[in-house]
């Protein structure tokens, strides 16, 4: 059975930084892509950023200049680096897997942004 499993995340001041982690166990491939989405209280769950096997990357208008996308295939793990955070970043961050047609997802991190 394939799991997403994350790391960090918590409570950080106006201008801070955290670095979101995700490891995933149980499988047999490597993803084609993986990425971080976000749900806001009330909100749907939007895009933060992707990248591929191939080191591609793709970031959502959002957070875009604030956050760096990385991962290593050969662990597949993939971990954001967020800086200069909002109290409007406030949200559940989501780890996501994606292969073969198919979306596998990390059990949520929520990260609040706030004095």
């Known amino acids: 059975q394939v799991r997403l499993v994350q790391s960090g995340g918590g409570l950080v001041q106006p201008g801070g930084s955290l670095r979101l982690s995700c490891v995933a166990s149980?499988?047999?491939?490597?993803?084609?892509?993986m990425g971080w989405y976000r749900q806001a209280p009330g909100k749907q769950r939007n895009l933060v950023a992707t990248?591929?096997?191939?080191?591609?990357?793709f970031y959502g208008d959002s957070m875009k200049g604030r956050v760096t996308i990385s991962r290593e295939n050969a662990k597949n793990t993939v971990d954001l680096q967020m800086n200069n955070l909002k109290p409007e970043d406030t949200a559940v961050y989501y780890c996501?897997?994606?292969?073969?047609?198919?979306?596998?997802w990390g059990q949520g991190t929520q990260v609040t942004v706030s004095l």
């Open positions: 996501n897997g994606y292969h073969d047609e198919q979306d596998y």
């Open positions: 149980g499988s047999t491939f490597t993803f084609y892509k």
């Open positions: 990248i591929d096997n191939n080191g591609r990357t």
